[in-house]
């Protein structure tokens, strides 16, 4: 028998890949004319008798990947075949399709609750269920792929934590004057030596450092740097006072902060943004910014 091979996109419409098929159907004659309408289409065929045949070799590691079952096989009907294979674990399920004798759909007793993918009544066109078959090896096909794609996407997820365990973002850093204020240290330097700040007045200078060169305003300042907590403006007026003070800008003057009167505050020295990563222990430049 001509090994199985996995379906591709681009022969699906001609069907020149050799497709595992199984048939269960216990009527002779439509036994038959199943027989040459998917031998003569390039199938490759499992015939069998009955219900429990049928879920053995649904079960199987090599099952077939497409089943037409008859409704009222002897043993185990088709209809509980297909709850049985659907109940079982299987990476790629197989594609069910029920042969009912039933003529009205709305009529077709157990097929709605059925587990199957599709079904089709008796007597049956020939050509109208191999262009059933052929679309439930696409939907098979599209499943695959599916499934193949997402797999690559949860291993290169993998292979970035990986990476990530040794590599530190954040490495950004502004320069101006003497100082040097490092935001993943969350640390300011004056000539390499640290500069002792509060997280409060860190963030505010973060901030002021960031906008350099534009107003920010009042509420903004207190918005970003409290966190929404409700603050009066005196606060931001001592919190300011004291980065002056680190920054070692006497009262009045205006080499690093201006204050514009009732509206907020501006940096208006002059910075030199960088950015860096760190991998393993390695600092390395990414992509100096200059204002």
Not at 26 to 49: H, K, N, P
Not at 85 to 111: E, F, M, N, W
Not at 123 to 139: K, N
Request: aromatic share 6%.
């Amino acid at each position: 028998m001509t090994e199985s091979l996995p379906v591709r996109s681009d022969v699906l419409d001609d069907l020149k890949v050799m497709v595992r098929l199984v048939i269960a159907e216990d009527d002779a004659a439509t036994r038959r004319q199943l027989e040459s309408t998917f031998r003569d289409a390039g199938y490759d065929l499992l015939i069998v008798e009955e219900g429990l045949s049928a879920l053995a070799a649904l079960q199987k590691s090599d099952a077939p990947i497409i089943a037409i079952l008859d409704a009222m096989l002897p043993g185990m009907n088709g209809m509980e075949v297909c709850r049985k294979v659907r109940s079982g674990y299987h990476i790629l399920p197989p594609y069910l399709i029920l042969l009912t004798t039933k003529t009205d759909a709305g009529d077709a007793t157990g097929v709605p609750d059925s587990s199957a993918d599709d079904y089709i009544t008796k007597p049956f066109d020939a050509g109208e269920l191999r262009a059933r078959v052929q679309v439930g090896v696409r939907v098979l096909y599209l499943q695959e792929s599916l499934a193949f794609h997402m797999k690559e996407l949860e291993e290169t997820r993998e292979r970035l934590k990986q990476l990530q365990g040794g590599f530190r973002r954040d490495m950004q850093t502004y320069e101006f004057g003497p100082f040097r204020l490092e935001v993943s240290e969350r640390r300011l330097l004056r000539d390499g030596k640290p500069v002792p700040l509060t997280s409060r007045i860190f963030e505010l200078l973060l901030l002021l450092v960031q906008r350099s060169g534009h107003l920010v305003g009042k509420e903004e300042i207190m918005r970003e740097v409290w966190g929404g907590h409700i603050v009066e403006e005196n606060n931001l007026t001592v919190t300011m006072s004291a980065l002056r003070k680190a920054l070692g800008q006497e009262p009045g003057q205006r080499e690093y902060i201006e204050t514009v009167p009732k509206c907020g505050y501006r940096f208006v020295a002059d910075v030199t943004e960088s950015l860096a990563c760190e991998y393993s222990g390695k600092a390395y430049a990414v992509a100096p910014k200059f204002p």
